[in-house]
């Protein structure tokens, strides 16, 4: 459907402007006066390869960045007391994403028409979670819709953070893994055929290390296109098996179990979880649908799967504490405090604290992964360095005490 690009006067006379979808100029003009909006200027948007290829990528969909700064915004237009849709207009031509630009005017057409926010948002899966509709539907019925926005600014500020520290703590291995991977490469496909070559001309008995050497090279030499393509076939295979469930489900499920990694990689999932429990829980959200929301909230497949089992457990009357135990996934101090918070009332706080307290591990920990990791990656890097050098150099050794003697 083509999109127009618009600029007019609201019903107040101030000048707005934005996108709108429709089938003809007249349709649009036609969803712009339903809004209230006299149009003035109505343009139809060129359509062209590059947005649609982008969108289709999925590369102009709206980031962690833009939902933080959209929730803090209306955070401060609700709160200031300015119409929520004046403010989502203003919202809607002050924002920089294509997606989320014509995301904010469905939004508008449909609160226009009756909707209320939550359904609204709702209808667009993709942009805003299920935790974000949730929180929206509870600050509606409660008449706090400015500390709904507020608590969700916060969650994703915090979110963010987690993010980026488990980015941060898996960045160093993997660049210096990749980078050893380059070096054997350059080193299998040109360096060591030039020794090769040269022992060669000698006709002499190689030693066993550098036979095996020679013999590795050889075939990178031989078939590095052939692997080049299946590297890169494995990439987008791995990609396309980790879009499907049951690749989610498994992938998410091994990660934790890596060696260094996988333990930071648990305790940042737990402190996402209790995080956006804690938030559910204290906005009101009841506990079944809070556990629902949270099972997608988490960011893994294979801790949202029991999750689920969870609220099953729950749905049947039994304590929450109890059927976190038989989970199998959560530590210790996530058990104790939720029994805890179970005893005393306070699950909400006793789980705040415990989103706290995982949170400045993996903080620590990240800051201190690489005096960790270091000590493994100099040892495996030694040990390939003196593989190398007794592949080559031992036959030159020979050869030179040959020539002496």
Request: no cysteine; glycine share 10%.
């Amino acid at each position: 459907m083509p999109h127009f690009r618009y600029t007019g006067r609201d019903e107040t006379g101030s000048r707005t402007s934005g996108t709108v979808e429709a089938t003809s100029l007249d349709g649009a003009v036609g969803v712009l006066m339903d809004r209230g909006v006299t149009p003035v200027e109505i343009t139809e948007q060129a359509a062209t390869g590059g947005p649609g290829i982008r969108r289709r990528l999925g590369l102009d969909e709206p980031g962690r960045d833009d939902l933080i700064l959209f929730a803090r915004q209306l955070y401060a237009l609700t709160r200031s007391g300015v119409p929520l849709i004046r403010g989502l207009t203003q919202l809607g031509e002050s924002t920089r994403n294509p997606v989320l630009r014509e995301t904010v005017d469905e939004i508008i057409a449909d609160l226009e028409a009756g909707r209320d926010l939550a359904g609204a948002l709702a209808r667009h899966p993709r942009v805003f979670s299920p935790l974000f509709v949730a929180m929206v539907r509870v600050g509606e019925s409660s008449g706090r819709l400015d500390e709904a926005f507020g608590r969700m600014h916060e969650y994703l500020e915090r979110e963010k953070e987690t993010v980026q520290k488990v980015k941060t703590a898996t960045r160093y291995p993997m660049f210096v893994i990749i980078a050893i991977g380059v070096a054997i490469w350059i080193l299998m496909t040109w360096i060591i055929p030039v020794f090769a070559d040269v022992f060669d001309r000698f006709d002499a008995e190689l030693p066993l290390a550098t036979r095996g050497l020679m013999a590795v090279s050889g075939f990178f030499a031989d078939w590095w296109l052939l692997m080049l393509g299946a590297v890169i076939g494995a990439v987008f295979a791995f990609r396309a098996w980790v879009r499907t469930d049951r690749g989610r489900y498994r992938w998410d499920r091994l990660k934790l179990r890596f060696p260094i990694i996988g333990d930071i990689l648990l305790r940042a999932t737990l402190a996402r979880f209790s995080r956006a429990f804690s938030m559910a829980y204290r906005s009101g959200v009841p506990i079944l649908e809070a556990m629902n929301i949270v099972a997608t909230a988490v960011g893994n497949r294979y801790i949202g799967s029991h999750v689920d089992n969870m609220r099953a457990g729950v749905e049947r009357g039994e304590a929450l504490s109890r059927v976190a135990r038989r989970a199998g996934v959560f530590t210790p101090l996530v058990l104790q405090m939720l029994l805890v918070g179970e005893e005393t009332g306070r699950i909400d706080d006793m789980v705040d604290e415990v989103a706290d307290f995982y949170e400045r591990e993996v903080d620590y920990d990240v800051r201190n992964l690489s005096a960790t990791i270091e000590p493994i990656l100099i040892v495996g890097i030694g040990v390939l360095v003196f593989l190398l050098a007794l592949g080559v150099f031992l036959p030159m050794w020979d050869l030179g005490s040959a020539a002496l003697g």
